[in-house]
């Protein structure tokens, strides 16, 4: 599962919801519309911190952007540090 692109599908699909542009959501959360759209194509890595602030803007709990959906698919291989090239599987949720 990638999360940037699972944060992203989220903030959207909430976004939108709440019948929010990005001009007027970068308003209310105080990041830049470039960085919410990329945010939102999973291009950006936020911080937990910033998981908070954006999930406070949208009016929801910031559990609510990490939680799975649905979409993501089979998991991802994840890159372990370093320069090793070695990688692992993600475990797989019940």
Wanted: with cysteine.
């Amino acid at each position: 599962m990638d999360m940037r692109r699972l944060v992203g599908r989220k903030v959207r699909r909430i976004r939108l919801e709440k019948g929010l542009t990005q001009e007027a959501f970068a308003e209310r959360s105080g990041f830049s519309q470039q960085y919410l759209s990329s945010l939102e194509r999973g291009r950006r890595n936020p911080t937990i911190v910033t998981l908070f602030e954006l999930a406070s803007a949208l009016g929801v709990s910031h559990v609510a952007l990490v939680a799975p959906d649905g979409e993501s698919g089979a998991a991802a291989p994840l890159r372990r540090g370093g320069r090793s090239g070695k990688t692992m599987t993600a475990p797989k949720c019940p």
